[in-house]
């Protein structure tokens, strides 16, 4: 095992910067509480330098290290200015007015804490290569959103959700524990190199298949992917912005590298031309892709609230990334690579979700109770232009990227699912995506009306502007992302599709079994190649 | 490099409107958009016109064997910012930069609120425009054309008339979601190009045709249909043109100029360029349905614009009916027949825009576009009446204006298309006299319904809405700065109809690459049988191909 | 394919000097070095640019009036000047500029040429010499008739459209090739449009201007698919080329060969357009409306020069035609019946513009008539003679209607030759009757004669009976050109100023009103240009009979003509005409040796005969017992005796209800249904299209409850679901 800690660098920096928060956050001097989210941005940028000379792994995705992980990182880095006070400014505020201090009530080390412990766990799904390490990154990705979710707010509404995230969390990772149990079961191994190779050598048998199915249906809920998604818009509502935006990201990210190592252990090296999954896995995969987006973008229409309307988004823009899992590593040297496809389209998204989160994080209004609350409808965003020109030019920047809008940054997200889908011959698909898109078109070109060219009316009162201004840093480091990734669209690409590629030890031996065992088949690889 | 300035000059001008005060918006935007022009007529300078079939200002030269593009973007999938022009496209952004400063002439006193987001949103469209055209990499032809919608959206949102936000969002989903499927079209073809070069990618257009071409019968028959759902609501073709009158009725005066003149033509364009090269095989099969289809646009659409009584709508009808000629030329698959539509695109461009211009002049002054309030108004405005019974005539196809040309060749190239053969196979084009007969009873049916128009709007008793109340700053008739917009327009008219030789030598050699490709794919790949794949044509493809 | 596109570029790059050297070059051998003659249709187009610039800067005086007397007044000596130095000299090509010009390149050889060159043989100079000439008398006459509209610049714009129509018409007759022909062909029918419409706030004008317009392009349809079909099948659009190709296919039709369906159809196509243009059955709809132009524009426009363009057509391409003799037969009875019809019509109308429109129609059907029994030269002469006498009896009826306020009613004018001043008007109408109705040694007469005995010679499908109907309209047509002289011009003095003022300005007219009332109304006779343009006129329909007895060989000066043209190489493939040579009419056939069985020598008496019937009829029912104008008792009597004939002839036998319910209101039915259509079921599937998302959503909504118990069983029954999915599926 000790050997594996040479692998994880950026976990282990993210680590210690965990530990310095949750000291520094109980630190009586206001001062040094404030310090604890500069330390959490210094984990991050160290775990971001770090991913770059961390070495090879020999897991499913041996070259995944800078690629993923300095994308977490990075992403998290740009969500953190959003988090940014998020938690506890009403006890700080309480403070400076000269209150007493109470380390009891004070909860923002624990929150940077939580906040690194997820990211951690997103990192370390990325090199494990065996299941119980995956069940554990996963939960460590998870357990501390369910309560940051609870905390984000004061209000009851956020304690719902929280509750709701964590029993239906639990649910799933009961699902996808006992898929691990019965891969267990079948293979007599957690290693997931060895379960390729028994499931290669031995076949799959009932109990495995249902296992992997199982697996990936319970994992399927950090992804927020049907039909495990029914907790998405509830709790993306009763969480603050910012926890939401992140939500939107981390699970989703760690969700999408375990089922990309789970699928390695079945796929990509099989079938007649080497890279297909099982049909029985792939009609899932499909349908469950083309429901997601669907049942994503079809809810989203309705949503007169925002945050609820990026939600759906969410899981729509999961059934897309479906697609590229389902392509795989694709029969081209790169851009047929569906997984790079996928994990590049993640990165899109994490950068433009984040700024539609931002903007809803920056304004405020008052509620019933006249307490300023962060606004939440569609409603709200109404004139924008006139009021904060450079949020309704971030919202405008991220809606349209979400939507696909050539040139901004997700258009080369979604162009590279399209050519992987294609590529594959996943051509229903790639048009069922196409048509999404276009349904997807309508509700982001909500929010666009609604704070670009609506005008607000004489008797509505004017958005505050959160006194938070990291939030703002974020909204522009998003909008401007959108605008600016686009450049170095290629490279990262290119990064991806390189971290993406599954070991070549397992496609080397799934070669040489095919080889051995099917001639016929071998005839049809000679005249592929 | 010329035609990366005449994208960045619009750009460039957008920012500086952006950062300018409001008031000063126009005249600044009159500026930069005259100075694209300068730069598109010096471009037009450039330009050899020797060579117009041969693809210029592009360092990606296939014919030198210089394949560096201007600026890779993606590399792993060959997309890069490359620009280049043949004549097709050099008249098209002629026609682009010419359209914008006229646009913003035209919009001086319209836009009377939030001005300054007007011309930036006019700016950023005429930008796209022009890289729609100049684009000879597939992704940035898609990005510029999909990039259209936005700024479209943004104008007709918010300086349409009354229903405009339906109107906006009609437009932008039912154009966004033809395009969608068409980019799976084109990606297909892509990745077709990836197979036979063991997956390397590329999106050069032209490296792109070469790989389409190996495709199967079904293959291209997909891919057609796929194209088209993108293209044809474009253009629009007759059953999916219902957004058009609606976004023409709604979008403000230099909106539906440039909807017309110019971002129709995306949709034409991209048949000329995309759909007759990737898949002639499937345009041969099909040409007589899209023909049908186009036929059946001209008619049914013309005579819808004979009992409209808005007369914007009955505009906006007519170019369905317009553009029905336009893609019958296409399909005829001739040299007659292409010259044709892409002349036609052009001078659509000019007399519909001005036709456009001339409503909006009057709906300035009136507040109305309805023939029931309005009538007569050549006792009120003459020099509007002469401007509009003129370009009336354009459109109508009177010869010796410039809408004669385009119609009269694209209806020749159908009637002739099964009857004569050119090229090396010696095909019988897919069209013929019938298809050119029905078309051609269009003509009266637009006389029907243009001079209905101008039998109620410009003559007959005057008669002025109620409710009028004159434009507190524009004359009765048209004030010299409408006149410029115009004139232009009306010059533009008469040359292109009684001279418009130089142009159509300048487009035979591009058209004839055109058609005359199709016609030799769709001769050779006759007897291939069907679901032949591409295994053999792409092993043949790379023997030829690698230099 | 990569060999493909790279070699089309370099070849058609090779072939583009080439063609742009060729223009340039001498083409065929009638190649003209007269580039002058191009001021024919030049100068009217400079003189329409000027008024129009006039317009603009809002002109007042005459000078819109005599910069085109002036412009048409050289041209017409141009012309003359071109005549008798090349009017002998066969054929002329005088290029002016490449128009149209696609080629295939290589070594296909084809190419659509169109240029705007001039194609001058003896038929486009028997045209443009009466074109012009009558356009300059006529601009002459308007500079007073249209004086009215000085103030309103209406003067000015009417001036440029009328030189602008002269230009076209040059167009039309002079063109080298169809598709310049096309143009001149639809610029004539703008400038009709645009010239009928002119007093444009009467609805009747604007009516009537969309009507001829619009009726023309059916017929333009058809010369449109006619040039076409022509192109596909002889390569070419060019006349030189067109005929040298039609030579060849009567050598091969003399040799006893077929002729295509193809080359048939293409006569059978420009016959429609020749029908429109000239306003024959079924499409003579517009020409009685047209009226509603000034009166100059209907004696230069819609009776002496545009309506024979057909006729023109026709002439032009009757070597095409001969090799379809169905065609020639449809011509034939088309134009005989027409000319009935528009007779029959003609009888009864009251007001007089309209019944010289009638007239005119019915005389074109008589120059179809004779086209389709072959006689060029009379069809042509009658055009001729047609052209002079038909505009002095327009302007006549101009100079009764610029002097009566517009009034045209012939009920309530009488006795015009007893005022004062009306001397000549009086007789130029007389004149003008008199050769109308074939008075004997008047133009009409003779030119009328040469194509009613054709009738009888020619053999083809009931060309016999079309003799006789022909001669019967003659009758009529002596019967209402006298009707309109003795009713109008004889009688008791008596006349009541229209309320229908012609002037399109609604302040003058009330002016006019206030200053004289219908009481004191004072007809103000025509002044000198009127007068002058009058006088021309009867010498020159009087003079128009001088070239039947020039030239004898020919059949007369225009026979000549006719004969050098290309009108004159005929071949017919199955007509027994007893000739090769068509065109010389009557002279080539095998006529017999006595009186009885030479046509053309009884046919003068018969006709002459029938002339004085019509005339003595009219005499006896509009000039015996006549007290006042508004009745004759005769006539009146004779009305009641035949009441239902005769209320269909002044309802136009309701042909125009008849194309309302058949045509305009079915058409105008389908186009709201379409525009329903395409509301409801083309857009709203649209609509239903984009509305589908949206109840999806609805009837997903239900799921998302809120609920945790609710939730947990959904994502519990999802899991069951797939998996028992996927355990079916292995």
Redo the contacts between chains.
Sequence with gaps: MIEKLAQLHPEIALFAATCIVMVLGLAKSSFWRGMSVWVTGLGLVAALVLSFFSPQTDGMLPNSLPYLKAMIAAIGLMILPLMGGTVDRWYERTVGRGASFDPLRVTRGEFYAFYLLSLMGVMLCVTADDLIWLFLALELTSLPTYIMVAMSTPRLRSQEAGVKYFFLGALSAATFLYGFAMLYGATGTTQLQDIAIHFRTEGMGLIGTLGLVMALIGVSFKIAAAPMHFYTPDVYQGAASPVSAFLAFAPKAAGFVVMIQLLSTVGWGWGEHGIALPEALRITLWVIAAITMTFGNVLALLQSNAKRMLAYSSIAHSGYMLVGLLVGPGQGPIAGNGLGAAMFYLLCYGVMNLGAFAVLACLEKRDEHGELVEIETVEDLRGLHAARPGLAWAMTLCALSLLGMPPLLGFWGKLGLFTSGISAGEIGLVVIMGLNSAVAAFYYLRLVRAVMLDTRDEDMDRPALTDMFGRRVAAGLSAVGVLVVVIWAGQLQAASDHATEVNPRIRQFNERVVEAEETPVIESIARND | MTLLVLILIPLAGALVVGLSPERQAKWIALAWTSLALGAAIFAAFMFDW??P??IQFSPKNH?SGDLTPLL????????SISLGADSVSMFLILLTTLLGPLCVLGSFTAITERVKTFYVWLLILQAAMTGVFAARDL?LF???F??T??PM??LI??YGSTNR?YAA??F???T??GS??A??GL??V??VY??IHN???SFDIADMQ?AA?TMSRTEQTWVLFALLAGFAVKVPLF?????LPLAHTEAPTAGSVLLAGVLLKLGTYGIFRFVLPFVPLAVAEYASLIAIISIIGIL?AG??C???TDVKKLVAYSSVSHLGFCVLGLVALN??GG?GSVMYMINHGLSTGALFFCIGMMYERYHTRSMNEVG?L??RM??WSFFM?FFT?ASVG???LNG??GE??A??GT??SG??T???GGTHGPLG?WF??VA??G??VA??YL??MV?RV?????KEPDHHHAHETLPADLNAREITVLAPLAVLCVVLG????PM??A???PV??TI??AR??SS?MAPVPMDSGHAEVALI?DG??SR | MISVMQTIPATLASHAPAAAGAAHAPTAPGDSSAIWLILIPLLPLVSSILCGIYRAWGVTSKLPGYTTVLALAVSFIVTLTGYLSFGGAGVQIVHGFQWLNISWGEAHGQSLTANFSLYIDSLTWLWMLFVTGLATLIALYSTEYMSEDQKNGGYARYFSFFSLFVFAMSCLVMGDNLLLLYLGWEGVGLCSYLLIGYYYTKPAAVAAAKKAFIVNRIGDLGLALGMMLAFVEFGSLEFSEIFARVAEIQATVAAGGHVSWQIEAIPLLLMVGAFGKSAQLPLYVWLPDAMEGPTPVSALIHAATMVTAGVYLIARFLPLFALNPTSLAIVAWVGGLTALLAATIGMSQFDIKRVMAYSTVSQLGYMFLGLGVLTATGAAYHVFTHAFFKATLFLSCGAVMHGFAGQLDLRKLSGLRKLKGWGIVTLAMLVGCLCLAGFPFTSGFFSKDMILAEAFVTQGPGYQALGILALITAGMTAYYSFRVFFRVFCGPVEFHPSDDHHGDSEEEHEAHEDAEGHHGFHPHAPGWAINLVLMVLIVGSLAAAIPYFVDKENHGWVGGLVHDSTAGHLVLPTVAHGAEDAAHGAEAVAHGEGFWSDPHKWMYYVSGTIGFIGIGLAWLIHMTRRTEAATAPIADGLKNAMRPVSTWCERKWYVDEFYDIIFRYPLKILSHLFYLLDQLLVDGLVNFAGAVPRMLGRSLRPSQNGLLQSYAVGMGGGVAVILFIVWILL
Excluded at chain 2, 72 to 79: F, K, T
Excluded at chain 2, 498 to 501: E, F, I
């Design positions: 020797a060579n079939g041969v014919a890779p973007l993606v590399p792993s999938l060959g997309i992704i898609y990005v510029c999909e990039f919608l936005a959206f943004v949102s918010l936000r969002i009609k932008f989903l039912y966004f979601t969608m499927i980019l799976a990606v297909y892509a990745w990836s197979t997956g390397a990618w070469h071409l059953p999916v043109h219902t957004w049914y005579f819808i004979w009992v409209q040299m007659v010259a007569g050549a006792r003459p020099v019974v005539m009177l010869p010796g004669f040309v009269f060749m209806l020749l009637f002739q009857a004569r050119i090229g090396a006299p050119a007969a051609a009873t003509m009266i006389a029907m001079l209905y039998g410009v003559f007959g008793p005057l009684v001279y418009p030789s159509l030598r487009l035979e050699a004839a690459t005359a490709a030799e794919a050779r493809h030829e191909a």
